[in-house]
């Protein structure tokens, strides 16, 4: 099946019930198109196509025109998909695989947005736009309020919130992620710069002292 085929040709291989199809419709088709198929036959088709506004009838492999007959679902998915697909280039394939998947999420509660919202609803790209702004105001505000600073004192004499770096190698045990009641104890060389115990700067949005400034502010 390696092999590039003439414009039109069709090759067939198969393996018990399944069928596999090499197929190449154009010339400009840099590669065989492959589909397997456990229903139809090894056999041609004719449908019906339009051409420089005139339909004309061409034969197809089975496999191909019943999947032009059928196709959506993931076709559709895709062909949504890349209208805002944020491919950047990478020597690791995996990024562009994670990349995938997020354009993929972000396009799915797009769907279930539509699906659940009645009247007039937000199109794609405002709703895309929405979502990166929620998400990295968020990121931003924990960022900022997360990042190691001195402990210093307001003019109200009240800690900043935050955390700060313990001098030399002192660690303490995270009030967060090291639970009395499960799993072992994690380490942490930053401190809570209110209460000063032991926190992690990725684990302050669940510490108590973050909760009750944010309250405060509400």
């Not at 199809?21 to 088709?45: G, H």
């Not at 799915?108 to 699906?115: G, K, V």
């Not at 929620?134 to 009240?158: Q, Y």
Request: include cysteine.
């Amino acid at each position: 099946m390696k092999p590039k085929l003439q414009e039109g040709a069709s090759k067939y291989a198969r393996n018990n019930e399944v069928l596999l199809l090499a197929y190449r419709e154009k010339k400009s088709q840099k590669k065989n198109v492959l589909l397997m198929s456990t229903f139809e036959k090894a056999q041609n088709k004719t449908t019906t196509i339009r051409k420089r506004n005139a339909q004309i009838q061409v034969e197809k492999p089975a496999i191909v025109a019943e999947y032009n007959k059928h196709m959506g679902g993931v076709d559709t998915s895709d062909m949504m998909l890349y209208s805002y697909l944020d491919e950047r280039r990478a020597i690791k394939y995996w990024k562009k695989v994670v990349f995938s998947i997020f354009s993929r999420m972000v396009l799915n509660a797009y769907i279930l947005y539509r699906h659940n919202t009645d009247g007039k609803t937000k199109t794609r790209l405002e709703f895309i736009t929405d979502v990166i702004q929620s998400i990295t105001t968020e990121w931003l505000a924990l960022k900022r309020i997360a990042r190691d600073t001195p402990l210093a004192e307001t003019s109200t004499n009240v800690p900043r919130i935050g955390v700060r770096k313990l001098p030399g190698k002192l660690e303490r045990v995270c009030v967060v992620c090291s639970r009395k009641d499960r799993g072992p104890k994690r380490k942490s060389r930053t401190v809570c710069n209110k209460c000063n115990k032991g926190l992690h700067g990725v684990c302050i949005s669940s510490h108590e002292c973050y909760i009750s400034y944010l309250c405060e502010l509400q």
